[in-house]
């Protein structure tokens, strides 16, 4: 299993559609079929819980299925999850017992999920991301300030810097583009098989 991970905005989806093309069985973003998320956007504090549980029970869910297949691609992971709710905390909404729970919930979560073989973190500056943001024109994502875009890249950027569940590629992905250019996708392919072939080597 090899879990995609960075900020909203990052190329995630430019990379699952690479790692498809090789042959990855993908466990794409839940966003498309949450009916919870648009309105979230704009009533956070009503929404926010319920969200992130909704997230964390289908990241764990997804999780246990890919469990028993090869070659998987995910979106997303259960570990990035709780970034979103650190930032609804500090924002008053999500009450600190919500954020209790959430983090309790995942703690129970991942004493029964396998550990990625792979973790890849598209690093990625606040400006492209809201550059790359726009362009996909997702109207609620049009809403949200740009504060909200930079605290969240600072806080993916900050957690993934020490993270150290599984092994990890860092990838800034400021000067590539994954979606239009063919050197860039083999180019980042490359540092992805270099990586595995390492981790199969320890």
């Known amino acids: 299993m090899i879990v995609i991970?960075?900020?909203?905005?990052?190329?995630?989806?430019?990379?699952?559609?690479?790692m498809i093309e090789k042959g990855y069985y993908p466990f794409s973003n839940i966003i498309e079929e949450n009916e919870i998320l648009d309105k979230f956007y704009y009533n956070r504090s009503k929404y926010a819980f319920i969200l992130?549980?909704?997230?964390?029970n289908k990241?764990?869910?997804?999780?246990?299925?890919?469990?028993?297949?090869?070659?998987?691609?995910?979106?997303?992971?259960?570990?990035?999850?709780?970034i979103f709710a650190k930032i609804l905390k500090q924002?008053?909404?999500?009450?600190?017992e919500e954020y209790a729970v959430l983090l309790e919930l995942q703690k129970n979560m991942l004493q029964y999920i396998k550990k990625p073989k792979?973790?890849?973190?598209?690093?990625?500056?606040?400006?492209k991301a809201i550059k790359q943001i726009s362009q996909r024109g997702r109207?609620?994502?049009?809403?949200?300030?740009?504060?909200?875009w930079s605290r969240l890249n600072k806080e993916y950027q900050e957690y993934f810097n020490n993270y150290d569940l599984s092994p990890i590629l860092k990838v800034n992905i400021d000067n590539l583009d994954l979606k239009n250019n063919y050197k860039d996708r083999e180019?980042?392919?490359?540092?992805?098989d270099k990586k595995l072939k390492e981790i199969e080597e320890v």
């Open 52 to 56: 992130q549980v909704y997230f964390l």
């Open 91 to 96: 924002n008053k909404e999500l009450t600190n």
């Open 118 to 127: 792979l973790l890849i973190y598209l690093d990625i500056s606040t400006e």
């Open 187 to 192: 180019y980042i392919i490359s540092l992805i």
């Open 5 to 18: 991970e960075g900020v909203v905005g990052s190329g995630k989806t430019a990379l699952m559609e690479i």
């Open 139 to 148: 109207i609620y994502e049009q809403e949200v300030e740009r504060d909200y």
């Open 59 to 82: 990241r764990f869910e997804y999780i246990k299925l890919a469990e028993g297949m090869k070659n998987v691609v995910m979106d997303r992971s259960i570990y990035g999850d709780l």
